[in-house]
């Protein structure tokens, strides 16, 4: 501050006669622009205490306008300062009653917790009453704002703009009509202006005395007050989370904690637009780590490892309509940070975390089940997760979000089969009542797509085993589970065993194979009609089990070596090449003793047959069995004048499906 003296507030014209007054500072200061920010404001006091009794005390001032111009620009400069900004404003709202020259629209900007109501303030509500007109939402919260007994807190200081919307609404609702105050026995306003100099005191009578004033009454006041404070209340959550925020600046973490009405509004100027985001990940079905989620979600990205932390960001999501596969209160486990989740849209925002119905987990664990099926082959085909898709339809008791959930939690495994391991760990969760309808549908998932894969059958057997359910039901459930509408159309109603390379009985002998004898030209429209033949729908997963009474075959004994040579069995694998072997030893075999023999080699029988035919006319072009029973084997191809192929050696114990 400038000057050699400082005057005391409030200051007077005598100060200025003593010797070591700052007479000279405040002459420089009157004397020039009077816009310094940085002049001691008793100057600015003195000086508006002239301007005060111009207005107040004289009656037609002809530069009155010129007067409440200086007085507004001292605002500009000064306000700053509570008590000058206080009282320049007492004075012109009375000098506008005193002249009744209201303005056409009534500053509502108030400061909280005044000494009093301000007097426009009484003079506006006065005005509403006196014409039976509703009390505007914004005048009424001017009301409470200034009012000395209400209570203002952080949220409502921190949200002003979402504060005066909530308040507005909550008005609207509770008075749907419009607030009105009869103005019947209440009091007439009389306004008493007290100087800021304090030298005279002046009575003021609004429009004749006969304005309303109802601000010494119970109410509006007090159910006003009550709204105020409830949207203040609406408004702690997202005050706190803004206030975690750097800068103060909203997120959709933020922003997620405002009522229903104010969120997607809000979310319109959010840096990154990150509900756009949202929707193009849920339109688009898209991976997204939780990691990029979180930063998504305005949240530090390295605490979201904590359970907690990914069910806080799954309660942000789901407050826009959003659900993700990570949210752990519907998945087995907490997801790691860089883990691929799926965002899928919801039927409506949540108020509140979601949690699982009674029927979902039940539902979940036998999807993820399918899926451990469905993924022995080492590929979904689509049949299979049409299937599971199915399921998920017409499952009871789910919920539409549920049903979509699970639906993108398989998408999910779809895209790394890793995830599925660990739902064998829980099958023990399945009750006992419900194992055999689960069997079922592991079966018809299984041959879905119209291959009965050799790893599929072998998870079967495990799964069976961990339910305690009986080996041998699997079999049968097998034969009868090859359905017309999965089968091929191409002519071929057997299904299909396939065995993948790399699961192969070990140490197969093979014997010398005759040398091939010239390709004969065949009738290609025969030999198909005989390939349909070997393939009918008796042969798919015919008589499982093995009659106990009858004798069982004896294999020949193995071939230790072969010498080198042309490989008569190339191309086929190892557990067919040892069937084959056995095969062609006799010409015919009856139906019987052909199941014995493939079951000893772990095969199915139609199935072998199929594969080992298939293999034939690939090689020879010509059938290697045929026949129902007897089953006819063309040895011929295999003559002795084959050159010979080098050694095989294969154990059959231990061969393994």
């Not at 508006?48 to 009656?59: A, D, H, I, P, S």
């Not at 590929?379 to 008791?397: N, Q, T």
């Not at 495990?462 to 049968?476: G, I, T």
Request: proline share 7%; glycine share 6%.
């Amino acid at each position: 501050m400038r000057g050699s003296g400082r005057l005391h507030h409030p200051p007077r014209y005598a100060a200025l006669l003593k010797p070591s007054s700052p007479s000279f500072s405040h002459s420089s200061w009157l004397a020039g622009s009077r816009s310094d920010p940085d002049a001691y404001i008793g100057y600015v006091f003195l000086y508006f205490y002239g301007l005060e009794r111009r207005l107040m005390l004289q009656e037609n001032v002809p530069d009155a306008d010129a007067v409440v111009a200086e007085v507004r620009r001292l605002l500009q400069v000064y306000g700053g300062n509570g008590s000058f900004k206080r009282y320049a404003g007492e004075l012109l709202s009375a000098y506008q009653l005193k002249s009744a020259q209201l303005p056409e629209k009534l500053d509502l900007e108030v400061e909280e917790n005044s000494y009093e109501i301000p007097i426009m303030l009484k003079v506006a509500l006065g005005i509403r009453v006196r014409s039976g007109d509703a009390i505007e939402p914004d005048l009424l919260l001017a009301y409470v704002l200034a009012d000395p007994e209400t209570r203002v807190r952080t949220p409502a200081r921190r949200a002003q703009t979402l504060l005066r919307q909530l308040f507005a609404e909550a008005v609207e609702k509770q008075y749907p009509n419009g607030m009105r105050v009869p103005a019947a026995g209440v009091r007439k306003l009389k306004v008493n202006y007290r100087a800021c100099s304090g030298t005279f005191d002046l009575e003021i009578r609004p429009f004749g005395g006969d304005l309303p004033d109802i601000t010494n009454r119970g109410e509006p006041i007090g159910g006003a007050r009550r709204i105020f404070d409830d949207c203040t209340d609406r408004l702690d959550d997202y005050s706190r989370m803004l206030g975690r925020s750097e800068g103060l600046k909203p997120t959709l973490a933020a922003v997620a904690q405002l009522p229903l009405g104010l969120r997607v509004k809000n979310c319109e100027e959010l840096p990154g637009q990150p509900l756009s985001q949202l929707q193009e990940l849920s339109n688009d079905g898209a991976l997204i780590s939780i990691r990029q989620l979180a930063v998504l979600a305005g949240m530090e990205p390295d605490k979201i490892a904590a359970r907690a932390k990914q069910k806080d960001l799954s309660g942000i999501l789901a407050a826009f309509g959003y659900g993700n596969t990570a949210d752990p209160s519907f998945s087995l486990k907490s997801a790691k940070p860089d883990e691929l989740a799926m965002v899928f849209g919801l039927e409506r925002e949540a108020e509140a975390n979601l949690e699982p119905g009674d029927h979902y987990r039940p539902m979940l664990l036998s999807i993820m089940l399918g899926m451990v099926i469905a993924f022995a082959d080492g590929l979904l085909h689509p049949l299979e997760e049409r299937r599971l898709f199915g399921k998920i339809d017409e499952a009871p008791g789910l919920s539409r979000d549920e049903r979509v959930r699970l639906k993108a939690e398989l998408k999910v495994c779809a895209a790394d089969a890793s995830r599925v391991a660990d739902w064998t760990k829980r099958i023990g969760d399945v009750p006992e009542d419900r194992r055999e309808d689960l069997a079922d549908e592991l079966v018809a998932i299984a041959v879905a797509d119209g291959t009965l894969h050799a790893r599929e059958v072998s998870q079967l057997e495990k799964l069976f085993r961990l339910m305690d359910l009986d080996q041998n039901s699997l079999y049968l459930r097998l034969q009868g589970s090859v359905a017309p509408q999965n089968r091929p159309r191409d002519g071929n109603d057997d299904l299909p065993l396939v065995i993948p390379a790399g699961i192969q009985p070990p140490s197969i002998p093979v014997s010398p194979a005759p040398p091939r004898t010239p390709a004969t030209r065949v009738d290609v429209s025969r030999l198909e009609a005989i390939r349909r033949e070997t393939r009918s729908t008796s042969s798919v997963l015919a008589d499982i089990f093995l009659d106990e009474a009858e004798p069982p075959i004896e294999l020949q004994p193995a071939i230790e070596e072969i010498e080198n040579g042309d490989a008569p069995f190339d191309g086929l694998e190892r557990r067919y090449a040892w069937l084959l072997l056995q095969l062609i030893e006799q010409e015919a075999w009856t139906a019987s003793d052909f199941e014995r023999l493939v079951r000893g080699a772990d095969l199915m029988p139609g199935a072998a047959k199929q594969a080992l035919n298939d293999w034939s006319l690939d090689r020879f072009d010509e059938l290697v069995l045929d026949g129902e029973d007897p089953v006819i084997v063309n040895a011929s191809l295999f003559s002795e004048t084959t050159p010979q192929s080098p050694s095989l050696t294969v154990s059959v114990e231990g061969m393994s499906a």
